[in-house]
């Protein structure tokens, strides 16, 4: 399922696979594609065209709508968006810690609202392992509780325990619905969550117990809510070590270029984050001499690619006037190109740091790259 094949510090390069897509190599970015599509008009034609590797779909807008149940009666996610590579879900939990003023957690699970019609729901262990295997994803995350930074230790302590617990539920439903005859895929991974906020020694015991539990893979949540970057470094730096070295490492929701960099440094193998295709939306764009905005009057008439650097095909056929053009005009398009183009750097910026892996050369790579991507034009 994975292996490491080369490392460079605690940098590794590796390969993935699982039932759909064949191999991925890694480090990897997932493309957030939260109701079975990219916000901003990009199908599943253009996930391939950005070279995507992993999508990532979300269990609770998915629930509500269109509704698990009707996703496995068309066949499950892959066939329902015409997408034959990997997916991952995540378990509902972030979702959950979004809607604080809409939710009750208890042992058994969360009670909360939904935001679109008010309507009561309860999602627990089982009922996100239910939803997840309905969806048929490749990967499913288990049922956790991300909390806010700072939160008081005794909190965080009770958090991760009940986190725990809830692992333990996840895992045990979670095999009894991939033997279910008319699963919709039988092969389906599940990750456990790393939690415990800032506090080194919650995360560090955390992580060695659900290490115990032998998932398919284990991923750091609850960071990039709130806290200084370097403080998320600091927590990265104390859990890894306890990481079975075997297992793909997550990290979940980060992040900007640097983030990225600086987490594959520290053993992180899997990534997510809205902000490519959010920051795209509203035209900050992601290039290799620094993020632009641009809707600035200076690109009127610059005809010149969105990066003289980038072979998108955004950045083969068009201009920056046209860009911003499109995003005075009000036009659909200009999201569309622009989230094609951020995504499309993503993953190459992927594929760059998989290159300076394998010729051994990482760590000059980051250095010399780092405070460009970090820059803002």
């Not at 065209?49 to 779909?57: D, F, G, N, T, Y």
């Not at 939160?151 to 996840?170: I, N």
């Not at 079975?244 to 490492?249: G, Q």
């Not at 056929?317 to 999201?335: D, I, N, Q, V, W």
């Amino acid at each position: 399922m994975f292996e490491v094949i080369k490392r460079e510090g605690r940098a590794r390069r590796g390969r993935f696979s699982c039932a759909h897509g064949g191999v991925v190599q890694t480090p990897v970015f997932m493309n957030v594609a939260t109701q079975a599509a990219i916000k901003g008009g990009l199908s599943a034609g253009d996930l391939e065209a950005v070279r995507c590797q992993i999508a990532l779909c979300n269990t609770y807008h998915l629930h509500l709508r269109p509704g698990d149940g009707v996703v496995k009666d068309l066949g499950g996610l892959h066939r329902m968006m015409a997408w034959d590579g990997p997916i991952l879900t995540d378990s509902g939990g972030f979702q959950v810690f979004s809607l604080a003023s809409l939710r009750k957690i208890k042992e058994e699970g969360v009670h909360f609202s939904s935001h679109i019609d008010g309507r009561k729901i309860f999602m627990g262990p089982e009922e996100s392992m239910q939803i997840q295997s309905n969806l048929g994803s490749d990967i499913a995350m288990a049922f956790d509780e991300c909390v806010e930074n700072p939160a008081p230790y005794e909190y965080v302590k009770d958090s991760c325990e009940r986190t725990l617990r809830w692992l333990r539920r996840c895992k045990a439903e979670h095999e009894r619905l991939g033997a279910l005859p008319g699963c919709v895929n039988p092969g389906q991974m599940l990750f456990g969550i790393n939690q415990g906020g800032t506090y080194d020694d919650l995360r560090v015991w955390h992580m060695r117990e659900i290490a115990k539990l032998d998932c398919d893979g284990y991923a750091i949540g609850g960071l990039a809510v709130g806290e200084p970057a370097e403080v998320m470094y600091r927590v990265i730096e104390a859990v890894e070590p306890h990481m079975p070295p075997n297992k793909p490492r997550y990290l979940m929701g980060v992040g900007t270029p640097g983030n990225i960099l600086e987490a594959v440094a520290r053993g992180v193998d899997f990534f997510d984050c809205v902000m490519p295709a959010r920051n795209a939306r509203h035209g900050r764009l992601f290039t290799w001499g620094g993020s632009l905005n641009i809707k600035n009057e200076k690109y009127k008439l610059d005809t010149r690619p969105i990066d003289p650097d980038c072979d998108c095909p955004v950045c083969r056929r068009y201009s920056r006037a046209y860009l911003r053009h499109l995003f005075a005009a009000g036009e659909m398009l200009a999201m569309r190109l622009a989230v094609m183009h951020n995504l499309y750097f993503y993953n190459r910026l992927m594929e760059r740091i998989r290159e300076a892996l394998d010729q051994g050369v990482f760590e000059d790579f980051r250095r010399e790259h780092l405070p460009r991507l970090e820059a803002k034009i």
